[in-house]
């Protein structure tokens, strides 16, 4: 359960952020022949709809995805499309699946009739397990009145009709159309990059020969998706861009992604950023060797989002609970304490603004691949544990509610329950205030990866490198791992959500009372696992934490 | 409107070679039959979770355009869709590519004349791939069902079929076909009201180089011994890495060994290089093979039309030369030749056994929760999810959960022993394909442990 308190202070904050009407913004429309292809798949889903004990549904997906890039030798361009529709029958025990790139109605239908004649085979093979029955959730109930209000921007783009055969669509909003640039226009400005790092490296350090390696790749993509249901006809396109720099000197690199859902505006790099990233690949070649330990580390946003996906975002997924293998269900139902009252950890992929930035946070959309409509969820509530984040499926298994988190790599790859935007809530301190609090200790900002261990309790965060601060200020000294690589930050979970001893407010570098409602959330990509990867945001505020194991 | 496909691969190779801008092109069409099933046990019975079916077709061009630049070109690689109109597309591509700016190259004249035979799709599986996700089925079903201390938890088990065909401007055609299998299989264990699991996973070629019944009973195993765990203390140990381990790590430094890195100044070895300076252990011999049989990486003749043979990469620790394509070639002047394969490494001459007697204290890795390795460096790190301690000195094997393990390949592969004993893996996780065939074991010196 939300606290009452906290629920309204962050819902007046939402309202102050979209003062402007959001139905007066520009949004990403729907192609005009993925709008065609509605009305066929409606029929598609008469013929799934063989026996009145399934669910059916049809979920059509096409992503186009350009990028541009420019080195020291080359400019670079690549552009790939990838569109299929996936036929679904739910018979109360298993979800079946019948997935093709073929868009004809009469192809679609031949498809549909042997996903249904190969359910009515398999019909038997789950004698002995319980019936899950599912029927399609109709708009009243899609639109009641819940603890969590839809979002604004959510629901603006809902007509006040609707009906299980009104068309709705959402797109994201931009300012500057990301699709218009010309190619000449986008590699002109990535060379036009590479030019200004060389610029402002001989300030960092470097001579021109030491910059071995520069790239600036630029990312447009255009997801557009369909879900038809008995009660509804959804739609959604969703611009994705994304600016990657990556600046190498010998082995050493330093790499950066800029982004998120929306505008050309969301893909701006300041001379500032840049130079952090020159003195950050400067101080990399000439870094100590971390001596493994336990120490005191304040953790940037990026890195707390990193923790916050691995701690309780992974072992969060009702799918791996469902199977077993997630020690947060039996937590959750003990209703056991895992962290302090800092250890609070949200899911949402309805974080259209990210932090203070005029874009979506990278892992946001409407609805997910199976139509629930997105929703802000909070999984870890001042260290106790609320129910996990579902797909269809593994609520049903489950008997909780259903959320926004069925997703799958592609419309080729199986839907799990996967992560949005994963972030820990913001605190009260500035970034200066949480600095002073450290005698001894390190800061990290740029993350290496991480990896979940949802019935172990393990964790692991990797970080690139470390400041070193004493008694509150930098020392100039910075560190990499025991063998000169990444730092891996280690340790049972519930002990490291303990040790969190402060957070940031979410304009942590000012002191002023926060002006926007999400922490920032950046750009990552998730696995199930190994494999199945998907796209998602993580964050927080600057997290200060004690006694953490690092090697 | 989207509708039927509106053209063939023929009609597009002609319209291609109609067009003067147009230079050359590598045109790759895949079709993919995929099959999964998901499975998991409710209320005791195995059940399947999902049943998923999966067809589809990608064409992939990569196109080659004149810029009017002396020595430069234009390139674009783009996924054609059958629902637009090809000349649409040909005509975008061609504008988008003559944007871009490549120093010149040419695809080969000569045609591979009798490329070898490889051997990379299981028959039975390109036969009936329904058939064989039964039949692998039944496997898991007999596996579940066997009596264990532990419980069983879920499995996945992915079949597909990739059938390519390869056209070039040059006017090689090459056709191929691959299958791949991807099993899991995760066991938990319970004791006084602590639990904890082991997930086992591996992908294959062919269905007849896994064992089922062996995966799901060391995860069963290995589940067992997950709950009697300690961390490890912070030090410096002798440790043994698998060839799970082995094949991530030298996949990753053939990395270091192409042309591709050496023209655009990313860090690289040249031939007479030390592979790891100043190696005094089992020197290493490092071939890039793409005859192995059922390989991750199995191919005869590569995209850019040259015929794939095995190449030694590296002899006793030497670099003797780099995988270098078409491309590359032209550009540093050197003959391009092998760069697809497998990695395969040389034997050593240690057994299991004796690297387990090889000092005083001995980590042997079961397994990294997430090995991250920097391929620009050689460096490597991660949390150990499971691992043995064999202790000498006081007779005991203790089992090791927790803390983190870093290494590098130049610092910590100086002194490396290998067992005898080679195994093959193949890995298609996030979508690349890598293949080793190698030592089942290494043993290492010196590696720094936090716990």
């Not at chain 1, 190969?118 to 397990?129: D, F, I």
């Not at chain 1, 068309?167 to 010309?182: L, M, Q, Y």
């Not at chain 1, 071995?212 to 509804?232: N, P």
């Not at chain 2, 034997?347 to 005083?360: L, N, V």
């Amino acid at each position: 359960m939300f606290g009452e308190a906290e629920t309204t202070a962050r819902f007046s904050n939402l309202s102050r952020v979209f003062q402007m009407n959001p139905t007066d913004k520009k949004r990403a429309p729907l192609s005009a022949d993925i709008k065609a292809l509605q009305p066929k798949l409606r029929d598609v889903l008469g013929t799934l709809e063989a026996n009145p004990e399934w669910y059916a549904s049809v979920y059509f997906e096409r992503k186009s995805n350009q990028t541009f890039a420019a080195n020291l030798k080359q400019t670079q361009l690549s552009d790939s499309t990838s569109s299929g529709v996936v036929m679904r029958i739910y018979d109360g025990h298993t979800l079946y699946e019948q997935a093709t790139d073929q868009t004809e109605l009469a192809a679609l239908l031949k498809e549909a009739k042997e996903l249904v004649a190969r359910v009515k085979r398999a019909a038997g093979e789950s004698t002995g397990t319980p019936m899950r029955p599912y029927q399609a959730v109709n708009w009243k109930e899609r639109l009641k009145e819940n603890e969590v209000p839809l979002d604004p921007e959510l629901l603006a783009q809902i007509p006040a009709d609707v009906r299980a055969e009104t068309p709705v669509h959402f797109g994201i909003a931009f300012e500057e159309d990301p699709t218009t640039r010309t190619t000449e226009n986008r590699l002109t400005g990535l060379k036009a990059l590479v030019g200004r790092v060389q610029a402002l490296a001989p300030a960092c350090g470097f001579a021109e020969k030491d910059l071995t390696y520069l790239m600036a790749r630029e990312g447009l993509g255009v997801e557009e998706s369909l879900f038809i249901d008995r009660e509804s006809n959804l739609s959604q396109t969703l611009y994705r861009v994304s600016l990657t720099l990556i600046l190498m000197s010998g082995a050493e690199r330093s790499a950066n992604r800029f982004g998120g859902l929306g505008g050309t505006e969301a893909i701006t790099v300041s001379d500032e950023k840049i130079t952090e990233m020159l003195k950050d690949l400067h101080a990399m070649k000439n870094a100590d060797r971390l001596k493994p330990g336990k120490y005191t580390l304040l953790l940037g946003p990026a890195l707390a989002g990193v923790l916050a996906h691995e701690a309780f975002g992974h072992s969060q997924e009702a799918d791996t609970c469902a199977r077993g293998r997630s020690k947060a269900w039996e937590l959750h139902n003990e209703g056991a304490r895992v962290g302090n009252d800092l250890a609070t950890i949200l899911n949402s992929p309805a974080v259209y603004r990210n932090a203070t930035e005029k874009s979506a946070a990278w892992g946001s959309y409407f609805f997910d691949e199976e139509g629930w409509l997105a929703r802000e969820q909070i999984i870890l509530d001042a260290g106790t544990l609320m129910p996990p984040m579902t797909n269809l499926t593994s609520a049903l298994r489950l008997g909780i509610p259903r959320s926004s988190n069925g997703k799958r790599e592609s419309w080729q790859n199986g839907v799990y329950t996967r992560q949005t935007n994963t972030y820990f809530s913001a605190g009260d301190k500035t970034y200066d205030e949480l600095l002073g609090m450290i005698d001894y200790g390190f800061v990290g900002l740029n993350a290496a990866g991480g990896m979940e261990d949802p019935k172990g309790m393990g964790i692991q965060v990797g970080v690139q490198y470390l400041k070193e601060v004493k008694n509150g200020k930098f020392t100039g000294r910075v560190v990499k791992g025991p063998a000169g690589g990444d730092i891996q930050l280690t340790g049972y979970v519930p002990d490291v959500l303990n040790s969190i001893i402060a957070k940031s407010k979410i304009e942590a570098h000012s002191e002023a009372a926060d002006t926007a409602t999400h922490p920032f959330n950046d750009c990552g990509g998730c696995g199930k696992y190994h494999k199945e990867i998907v796209y998602a945001g993580c964050g927080g505020p600057y997290m200060l934490l004690k006694d953490q194991i690092l090697g | 409107m989207i509708t039927s496909p509106r053209w063939t691969l023929e009609q597009l190779k002609n319209e291609l070679r109609s067009r003067s801008e147009v230079k050359g092109w590598i045109v790759t069409q895949e079709n993919l039959h995929r099959r999964e099933r998901y499975l998991l046990l409710d209320q005791g019975k195995l059940s399947v979770d999902q049943d998923r079916e999966v067809n589809s077709q990608s064409v992939e061009v990569r196109l080659f355009v004149h810029t009017g630049k002396t020595g430069r070109q234009g390139e674009i690689s783009k996924k054609f869709v059958s629902e637009k109109p090809l000349n649409e597309q040909i005509e975008s591509s061609i504008a988008a590519a003559k944007e871009t700016d490549y120093e010149a190259w040419d695809l080969p004249s000569d045609l591979p004349k009798d490329p070898p035979e490889v051997k990379s799709c299981d028959p039975f599986m390109a036969e009936d791939l329904a058939g064989a996700l039964e039949s692998a089925t039944q496997e898991v079903s007999k596996a579940v069902a066997l009596p264990r201390k532990t419980d069983f938890n879920s499995s996945e088990l992915f079949m597909s079929i990739h059938d390519r065909e390869v056209h070039l401007s040059n006017g090689l055609t090459q056709r191929s076909k691959q299958s791949r299998m991807y099993v899991e299989a995760a066991y938990s264990y319970s004791k006084s009201g602590r639990s904890d699991e082991y997930l086992h996973t591996a992908w294959t070629i062919s269905p007849a180089d896994i064992s089922i019944e062996h995966l799901f009973q060391e995860a069963s195993d290995r589940a067992e011994i997950s709950l009697q765990t300690k961390k490890p203390n912070t030090g410096k140990y002798s440790v043994i890495l698998d060839a799970d381990v082995l094949a991530k790590l030298f996949n990753s430094t053939t990395f270091l060994l192409s042309a591709r890195n050496e023209y655009l100044d990313l860090p690289h070895k040249n031939p007479g290089d030390d592979f790891i300076p100043g190696a005094t252990g089992d020197l290493l011999t490092l071939t890039l093979d793409p005859s192995l049989d059922f390989g991750a990486v199995t191919v005869s003749v590569a995209d850019q039309g040259i015929v794939q043979k095995p190449l030694v990469l590296v002899d006793k620790n030497i670099v003797v030369t780099t995988a270098i394509d078409a491309q590359h070639g032209k550009y540093l002047k050197k003959k391009p030749g092998t760069y697809r394969g497998n990695v395969v490494l040389e034997a050593g001459a240690m057994d299991h056994a004796q690297m387990i007697q090889s000092a005083p204290k001995v980590l042997e890795i079961l397994q990294f929760s997430g090995l991250f390795i920097q391929e620009t460096t050689g460096t490597f790190s991660s949390e150990i999810r499971l691992a043995r301690l064999h202790d000498h000195a006081t007779g005991t094997v203790s089992i090791i959960k927790g803390g983190s393990l870093s290494g590098s390949i130049s610092d910590n592969f100086k002194f490396a022993r290998f067992s005898k004993n080679r195994v093959k893996r193949s890995e298609f996780d996030y979508g690349v394909a890598t293949g080793y065939f190698g030592p089942e074991y290494a043993l290492l010196t010196d590696v720094s442990v936090v716990g």
